[in-house]
């Protein structure tokens, strides 16, 4: 799941007064008043700290001169709130915001924790920066037609009609659309009036829903949210060095496509074949393709070079798993039972058997095709959290 809903129903409590904190400071969070801030405002900051922890000490007073000065920056109230977390009295808040290290950054749109953390500059300009950028409305208006058919994207497109700005169904697509624009455009006209409350999708490639109209209820944030998560979330995303970390802490394993950067036909083959047989797995693993050549460190390390390009690997974050065969890939569900074994614990099992006995990793006679004759360590374990490990804005250190 890309973002994880967090809150269910809370009574509308206009706590916000009550939650004013002590001077120039970050709110200080616990169990108690979570609820309320979130559902209080558009966008909440909250950081994990931890005293014990040197980058977490130096992180605070950061952090509230941050919330300090967006106070006076941002007089609305529930717009922005800048939150801190005590993670050595507030146990439960950590495992709920699943947090790996210290210190961490979540942010909470619209009550909807991101799966994504604020991995900006450990400074309080960049943080107020950061604040202004994530409350812009993030949709695009156009006013016809024909300056619709000239957008261009890198991303996919969610275009919707309204009559006007201050409609209730518009407000609805403008929350949604800030949850979820680090995956679509979102685009708004007012001017076609014959296409009122219409939210459409495109793709930009030619897959068979390159387009598609929202049949929803549009009063409705969290099934329009759910619509465009579905839309938007492309099923195999691209690794690279910046999302690789992130990417990580979704705590799934990869399964990762190693190609030339110039082929552009196994990535298309890839995603056709886990649109077709894998979109079960989409829970359970991360669907990946790499130019070989940025990631030449796990390539070198499945003992493989350019000549073998394009092939498949499954990392474990403990082991990493090649697909035998790519040519295989075309081949009914080979890629499925492949990646079914990793959860069955049968790639694990079969590598660790094979190393007393390389003939017999044989399973049933319907998977003994599948033979995985090596299974070194992982390479991309050394990107997960770790307590001890500060990972917030690395470049730094
Ligand atoms: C999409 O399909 C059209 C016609 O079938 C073709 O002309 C166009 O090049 C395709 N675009 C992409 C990005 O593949
Ligand atoms: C649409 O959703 C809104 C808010 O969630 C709800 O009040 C309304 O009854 C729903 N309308 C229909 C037709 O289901
Ligand atoms: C909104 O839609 C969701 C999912 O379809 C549903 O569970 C929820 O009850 C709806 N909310 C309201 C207020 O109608
Ligand atoms: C690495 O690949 C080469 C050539 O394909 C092969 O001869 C060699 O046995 C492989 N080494 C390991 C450890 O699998």
């Given amino acids: 799941m890309p973002e994880k809903f967090y809150l269910c129903l809370v009574l509308h409590l206009a706590l916000a007064q009550l939650l004013v904190p002590a001077d120039g400071e970050a709110v200080q969070v616990d169990s108690k008043n979570v609820r309320d801030i979130i559902q209080s405002n558009e966008l909440v900051l909250l950081l994990f700290y931890s005293n014990t922890c040197r980058f977490s000490v130096q992180m605070l007073p950061i952090f509230d001169a941050a919330a300090d000065q967006l106070r006076s920056l941002i007089v609305d109230s529930g717009q922005v709130s800048l939150g801190k977390v005590d993670c050595l009295k507030e146990m439960q808040m950590e495992i709920d915001f699943d947090i790996g290290k210290y210190p961490t950054v979540k942010i909470v749109r619209h009550t909807y924790v991101s799966s994504k953390e604020y991995r900006g500059k450990r400074s309080t300009e960049a943080l107020i920066q950061f604040v202004f950028n994530e409350l812009r409305n993030p949709i695009e208006q156009f006013d016809s037609m024909h300056e619709l058919n000239g957008l261009v994207g890198q991303k996919y497109m969610v275009i919707g009609f ?10 609805i697509y403008r929350k949604a659309a800030s949850n979820m624009k680090e995956h679509c455009q979102f685009h708004v006209n007012f001017a076609e009036t014959h296409l009122l409350n219409k939210l459409t999708f495109r793709r930009e490639l030619n897959h068979t829903d390159s387009h598609s109209e929202y049949s929803g209820n549009m009063s ?30 979704e705590g799934k394993p990869f399964v990762i496509l190693f190609h030339h950067k110039d082929d552009r036909i196994s990535p298309k083959e890839f995603e056709k074949v886990i649109h077709a047989d894998l979109m079960d797995e989409l829970d359970n693993v991360i669907f990946l393709t790499a130019d070989a050549k940025l990631f030449a460190h796990p390539v070198f390390h499945l003992n493989k070079t350019d000549a073998d390009l394009p092939f498949i690997a499954i990392d474990s974050f403990v082991h990493m798993f090649l697909f035998p065969n790519y040519k295989d890939l075309h081949k009914p569900s080979k890629l499925k039972q492949f990646v079914r074994r990793l959860h069955t614990g049968e790639l694990h099992w079969a590598h660790h ?27 991309f374990k050394e990107l997960l959290p770790s307590k001890s490990r500060y990972t917030f804005a690395k470049d730094e250190l």
């Fill in 220 to 249: 409705n944030f969290t099934e329009v949210l759910s619509w465009f998560r579905e839309k938007c979330v492309p099923t195999v995303r691209v690794l690279t060095f910046e999302n690789a970390e992130e990417l990580s802490e």
């Fill in 162 to 171: 309204f009559e006007r700005k201050q409609h209730a169904e518009y407000e």
């Fill in 353 to 379: 058997f094979d190393e007393g006995n390389e003939q017999s990793t044989t399973a049933s006679a319907e998977e003994s095709e599948i033979v995985i004759t090596m299974a070194p360590e992982s390479k």
